[in-house]
Nanobody
Framework: QVQLVESGGGLVQAGGSLRLSCAAS????????MGWYRQAPGKQRELVAQ???????NYADSVKGRFTISRDNAKNTVYLQMNSLKPEDTFVYYC????????????????WGQGTQVTVSS
């Protein structure tokens, strides 16, 4: 089984910074794309940023220039550095990872973290 454990959420004032971390553990052969999503109550989950195993990144327009995604492949961990936070960045943030769990199968499964609340006060 695979687990993604997130940390780093919390309450911060507008203009402040937070760093989210997400560590994957368990039956992992390789991890392809890792990413961060966010969701408000009653709304669809939206992509914030993603990063491939080779380091290519993609960001939502709303966070470009403020958020930076990175990963440590040796630790199976993805990070999201969030700077210049705004009240509209208030969401539950989820990490996701596309993981190949076996060397004998090329199937890739998407796993999700449990979510971490980020609240930005004005």
């Amino acid at each position: 089984q695979v687990q993604l454990v997130e940390s780093g959420g919390g309450l911060v004032q507008a203009g402040g910074s937070l760093r989210l971390s997400c560590a994957a553990s368990g039956s992992i052969f390789s991890i392809n794309v890792m990413g961060w999503y966010r969701q408000a109550p009653g709304k669809q989950r939206e992509l914030v940023a993603q990063i491939t195993s080779g380091g290519s990144t993609n960001y939502a327009d709303s966070v470009k220039g403020r958020f930076t995604i990175s990963r440590d492949n040796a630790k199976n961990t993805v990070y999201l550095q969030m700077n210049s936070l705004k009240p509209e960045d208030t969401f539950v943030y989820y990490c996701a990872a596309d993981i190949q769990t076996s060397a004998t199968s090329v199937r890739v499964y998407r796993y999700w973290g449990q979510g971490t609340q980020v609240t930005v006060s004005s």
